[in-house]
């Protein structure tokens, strides 16, 4: 996942590939804590990593339920062993739920059911998101709850119940406002009908009915039956227990795979290849957001499904534009909102209300985000209304606020495929996290940019910094890191411990060996070979005289001439060295010469070896670093000199931050984006 404070997609062209979803946020939570309010352990497989999905676990391990992992981890199911319906004696705390609905709402009602006394809270956002229907019909039960700050939204004390009252008059709650209201009312109340039926009424239309549906499928897994009337009036029978089902997978999820089909629906493939192949869902899924597949057909996309998978490919271009109610696929249809910069005509979405009262305010933020790429949109209570750019030169390059809520971030990363060839920024990418973390590396896996990936050159003379400096201007913007000095010591590792004798007669096999070969480059100095951390072995001595032996054979500079090229991939790439401007990367948008006095380079390098506990001499040092200089200078390949169009730098009187600022600012200066406050 991406940690910067803002991530830039550059112009992408095509898509093609496949793409494993991540497990359903709704069904994960929903899956969570049926199991954790039933007897027995249930095992629970592909369970969603996210935020929302973490805060979750978190609340139900402070409520007494055991969980075994403590955490998701990847490819482990979780252990939930329930709590049977009842809290330990003395259940207290604070619950922190940060900004999951998923999790708040349903958790709010159970424990109002169950009693003990604790305090509900989330991040700042979530005291906007109403919650007051709930409340209000929890009330009507006898539970007790208390608003901490502002009437009818969160934080919330819950306290003891008293069911004294309890009758045979169904309990009331709207179904206008957020489906989420109807679906805790259906996962808390099996806890008190134990002696009686229990009917819950729909006052107003219900919404998001899918979500209800997944809802109902869930808790017949648990063993609880809930008599559908139309969709206005739900009973539990009296009776009902939580039974562990033993097993249950959680299905991949239904929203996230909408970006996905709409990609396809956007975009031809490369390479002669066709469409992409979204794996983790299908047909036969549960979730009412697999019906945004009938939404992209109505657009133009060409889809094919089976029981876990779907292949979509470009068909009707442009997009058509559609009029259409939404309220059946409320998460899934902003994505629609994207597409619709596609479509050839005006898109209107209706019967919307529910994003107003979601992580933001979705149709504003949709409004204002489709405005900045040049989209004319009008917006009302329950609708909005999307005419795309008139012309190539109506699109606008846009830095998109994503108001802290994930599913902004995802539907505008779609618009990097405009057709005016512009850049989009995505600011916080990280919000991503609540549902699907690697988004952004899932979305790069199939994407093609139509110009090679930007590239940030640093080079310099040895000592100059241009290594620290390039790792950190890597880690701020998202970018792969290349560090072109450490690849012939990689390279002699490689060969040595492939029992590869270092001869010129063995050159073209130790270059094979190198292609052949995944390297990563981290912002800590870590280097990884296949994935074995290799950081401290390229830095021992015999690493360095294998790296000069190997590094005289022209067939292996050959190879790492193009290792070094294909470090270039989505979303850009900062390599440091002393020929990346000049040789490696020579249409590099920037590239920056480092340089420090002798001196300042001998300090630094002085410093560096007695902080290691290693004996060092100043004299020696500069004597080693002219020499070095000389050679590098003077070498017939790719002699150190920076390129014609470097920008360069004095490093010997800056801090590394003032550094790392300045290469930060240049490269600004490239992009057509407003800064960023």
């Known amino acids: 996942m991406y940690h910067t404070a803002f991530l830039d997609l550059p112009h992408l062209a095509t898509a093609s590939g496949s793409v494993q979803l991540p497990g359903s946020k709704s069904i994960s939570n929903r899956v969570l804590l049926l199991a954790a309010l039933s007897q027995g352990t249930t095992v629970v497989h592909d369970v969603l990593d996210s935020d929302d999905t973490r805060v979750m676990l978190q609340a139900l391990q402070q409520i007494g339920c055991v969980v075994e992992p403590a955490a998701v981890v990847a490819g482990q199911p979780l252990r939930i062993t329930g709590i049977d319906g009842f809290l330990p004696n003395n259940a207290r705390g604070q619950l922190f739920l940060g900004n999951a609905g998923t ?33 209000d019909a929890l009330r009507q039960l006898g539970c007790k709850i208390d608003y901490l700050k502002d009437e009818g939204f969160p934080p919330l004390k819950i306290g003891q119940p008293d069911f004294s009252q309890l009758g045979s008059e ?45 809802t109902l499928q869930l808790l017949a897994r648990f063993g609880i039956a809930v008599k559908n009337d139309n969709w206005q009036r739900f009973t539990i029978a009296a009776g009902s227990r939580y039974q562990s089902p033993g097993d249950i997978h959680v299905e991949a999820d239904a929203s996230s795979a909408s970006y996905f089909i709409a990609l396809g629906a ?42 876990n998978w779907l292949h979509i490919s470009r068909g009707t271009w442009p997009l058509k534009a559609i009029d259409m109610d939404c309220n059946h696929i409320p998460d899934a249809a902003m ?60 699109w606008t390059a846009a830095s998109i606020h994503t108001y802290d809520d994930h599913r902004i971030a995802m539907c505008f990363s779609l618009a990097a495929f405009n057709p005016a060839g512009l850049p989009v920024r995505i600011q916080d990418p990280q919000c991503v996290g609540k549902t699907f973390p690697d988004y952004f590396e899932a979305f790069f896996s199939v994407t093609q940019p139509s110009e090679p990936a930007p590239v940030i050159c ?39 411990r492939a029992g590869i004798e270092l ?10 060996l190198v292609s052949s070969k995944v390297i990563t480059f981290l912002p800590d100095q870590q280097v990884l070979l296949d994935g074995d951390d290799i950081s401290l072995d390229i830095r021992t001595e015999q690493a360095g005289m294998n790296a000069s032996q190997v ?38 948008p920037l590239k920056v010469y480092l340089t420090a006095s002798v001196q300042c380079r001998a300090e630094r390098r002085y410093k560096q070896l007695i902080s290691k506990g290693l004996s060092a001499n100043m004299a020696d040092l500069i004597a080693d670093l002219e020499a070095r200089d000389a050679r590098d200078i003077n070498r017939a390949a790719s002699p150190l000199k920076p390129a014609q169009d470097a ?3 004095d490093n010997s009187d800056s801090t590394i931050d003032e550094a790392v600022q300045q290469v930060l600012t240049w490269w600004e200066q490239r992009q057509p984006f407003a800064p960023v406050a």
């Not at 958790?107 to 229907?133: C, H, K, Q, S, W």
């Open 503 to 512: 001869t010129e007669a063995n050159a073209q096999a130790i270059a094979d």
């Open 458 to 496: 640093i080079d310099g003379p040895t000592a100059s910094g241009k290594g620290t400096i390039a790792a950190i201007v890597a880690e701020r913007l998202g970018y792969h890191l290349l560090d072109s000095g450490s690849l012939y010591r990689i390279t002699g590792l490689a060969a040595s």
């Open 266 to 307: 956007l975009t031809t493939g490369a390479n002669g290849q066709n469409g992409i192949n979204v794996l983790g869902v299908g047909k036969d899924s549960i979730q009412g957001d697999i019906r945004f597949v009938e939404a992209a057909q109505a657009m133009g996309a060409v889809v094919q499904s089976g029981p």
């Open 551 to 588: 590094a005289t054979f022209p067939a292996v500079r050959q190879a790492l001439l193009q290792v070094q090229r294909n470090f270039c991939r989505l979303p850009g790439l900062v390599g440091d060295g002393r020929d990346m401007g000049t040789t490696i990367f020579p249409d590099a």
């Open 647 to 649: 920008l360069h730098w």
């Open 335 to 394: 994505t629609l909102g994207a597409m619709a910069l596609f479509a050839d005509g005006t898109t209107t979405l209706r019967n919307i209300a529910s994003w107003r009262v979601k992580e933001t305010d979705r149709i504003a933020a949709m409004a204002n985000e489709l405005r900045k790429l040049g989209a004319t949109v009008q917006e009302g209570a329950d609708y909005i209304r999307i005419t795309p750019p008139a012309s190539r030169s109506d």
């Open 103 to 135: 999790a708040m709402r349903p958790l709010t009602a159970a424990l109002a059911v169950l009693g003990g006394n604790f305090e509900m809270t989330g991040v700042p956002r979530m005291y906007e998101r109403p919650i007051g229907d709930l409340v």
């Open 170 to 214: 169904s309990i009331k709650v709207r179904g206008d406002v957020s489906s989420q209201f109807l679906t805790s009312l259906l996962m808390a109340l099996p806890l008190l009908a134990t002696e009686q039926d229990i009917t819950i009424e729909v006052i107003g239309e219900l919404i998001s009915k899918p979500y209800i549906h997944i």
